[in-house]
């Protein structure tokens, strides 16, 4: 009695662990923070206003959020015109967008 213990290969398109693809792995990082051997850089933040903007007291929450940002943003209105024909500057206007972290990330 003839016993063949040869098994049948698999397939072709079978992935089977000696045929995956290595994983790359990273190169270590070529600039690494001073004293400390590698990792993110951490940017300086920018300081906060001593005074918040015109936005500290607006009814928008959207609004109030940007009431710490470094530029001087005023709520849509005449006094916002009137004050830039004064100064003789011209108006930024931004539409602005809020979204969740995820989607401000995407």
């Known amino acids: 009695m003839a016993t063949s213990s040869t098994s049948a290969a698999p397939p072709p398109c ?3 662990p ?3 693809p290595r994983r790359a792995t990273r190169p270590p990082s070529k600039h690494p923070e001073p004293g400390q051997g590698g990792g993110p ?3 300086p933040r920018a300081p ?3 005074k918040p903007n015109a936005l500290a007291d607006a009814a928008s929450p959207y609004l109030r959020q940007h009431a710490d940002n470094p530029v001087d943003w005023r709520p ?3 006094e916002a015109f009137a004050e ?8 930024i206007v931004s ?3 809020s979204t969740c972290h995820w989607c401000h990330v995407m």
Not at 84 to 91: E, G, I, L, W
């Open 14 to 16: 079978a992935v089977t």
């Open 18 to 20: 000696s045929r995956r």
């Open 41 to 43: 850089v951490k940017k």
């Open 48 to 50: 906060k206003l001593r």
């Open 76 to 78: 849509w209105g005449p």
């Open 84 to 91: 830039a024909r004064r100064r003789d500057v011209p108006v």
């Open 95 to 97: 539409i602005g967008y």
